[in-house]
């Protein structure tokens, strides 16, 4: 059965099992608004979203409308919202926030987080950005202050800080121990942890084995949701444990020597690419191919998709906005390499 959590000092009680509101982009309105009711029917409390997933916001806020709580008998306390904004300046971060509760249509925000940042925002540092933060919730417009980075380093710097409630970070079994040490550095802050890439962008295929992992720390894992199977999967979680059997830490284990290493985690952070290069799939190809088989990835689409790769340029904008830091180039090189042999070793059969 799912484990309560609560996010440090926030005081946030939710059972560790959470919505992310990304892939909702991705799909209509009705069903936006289906899978997030149904998730809050499952047992769901906590969803997440971000002023730069185009329309997750509005979405998440159809499906929290009055009607809808009227239905369920309850009120705004009886669930969490955590935004993001990727503001850089006070101006844009009150035009994010307001725009943010226009959509959610709520009068607060639970959480609200600096996305994906490249450094952390203090209190003096010129910027403005940690004083929007105080004033935002000095006015009742949020109520905890959070922040989201990818890069180890800088996350590192937020905890040290002391200055945010709740960090969140890419946490999956393929950890290092450096970030254990950053989990375990945020419960001894009593600051919370969201634990985002659950499932390494997608790479991880079995959700007992990222349940039981992630359940084992005082992490608040955000499953990034857009289809009802995925959903009834998550979902059969509040019913049945995840255990971590001896069988599911070979697993692991295995996964972990098959992956460890440079891998994009499919962000998408790269792009835009200058040639159209779709730098989020192509770039880890070799695995989306041979972890979740389909024709799909081999069809004529998809040779033209991987052919752009001879296009690059070497100009550098993805590798200087990867946050792993990764050589994209290099990367999508050695992908189209191995996709060419899969293609050669298909038509030799």
């Known amino acids: 059965m799912v484990n309560q959590l609560t996010l440090g000092k926030t005081g946030i009680t939710v059972p560790q099992n959470a919505f992310g509101a990304l892939p909702i982009q ?12 149904e998730a809050f029917k499952g047992g769901m409390r906590f969803f997440d979203t971000a002023r730069a997933y185009s329309d997750s916001e509005v979405k998440l806020g159809a499906a929290f409308d009055e009607a809808f709580r009227k239905e369920m008998n309850i009120t705004r306390a009886d669930y969490y919202i955590a935004s993001k904004t990727q503001a850089t300046t006070p101006e844009k971060f009150w035009k994010d926030l307001e725009t943010t509760l226009t959509n959610l249509k709520t009068d607060y925000l639970d959480i609200y987080q600096f996305h994906c940042v490249q450094r952390c925002f203090r209190p003096g540092d010129g910027t403005g950005m940690y004083e929007a933060m105080l004033e935002a919730k000095a006015e009742g417009k949020i109520r905890h202050i959070g922040i989201t980075a990818h890069l180890i380093g800088v996350a590192e710097e937020i905890v040290e800080s002391g200055l945010y409630e709740t960090l969140q970070f890419p946490f999956s079994y393929l ?17 919370g942890f969201i634990a985002m890439k659950g499932l390494a962008g997608g790479l991880l295929t079995n959700s007992d084995a990222c349940m039981a992992f992630l359940s084992s720390y005082p992490v608040l894992p955000i499953w990034g949701i857009q289809r009802e199977e995925e959903l009834a999967q998550w979902l059969s979680y509040f019913n049945r444990n995840a255990e971590m059997t001896e069988e599911l830490k070979h697993f692991i284990e295995e996964d972990r020597k098959s992956l460890m290493g440079d891998f994009c985690r499919g962000c998408g952070y790269c792009a835009p690419c200058a040639v159209g290069i779709q730098i989020n799939n192509c770039a880890r190809m070799s695995q989306l191919i041979r972890r979740s088989p389909s024709e799909n990835f081999l069809s004529e689409e998809w040779q033209g998709l ?31 390499a191995d996709y060419k042999d899969i293609l050669a070793g298909r038509a030799q059969i």
């Not at 340029?313 to 906005?321: L, V």
């Open 306 to 336: 991987m052919g752009k790769i001879e296009e690059c340029i070497d100009c550098g904008a993805c590798k200087t906005r990867c946050p792993y830091g990764l050589d994209i180039p290099r990367l999508l090189r050695k992908n189209l």
């Open 175 to 191: 950890a290092q121990e450096r970030d254990i040490r950053l989990v375990e550095a945020c419960a001894k802050a009593d600051m």
């Open 26 to 37: 991705r799909v209509s309105l009705d069903t936006a608004v289906h899978l997030v009711r």
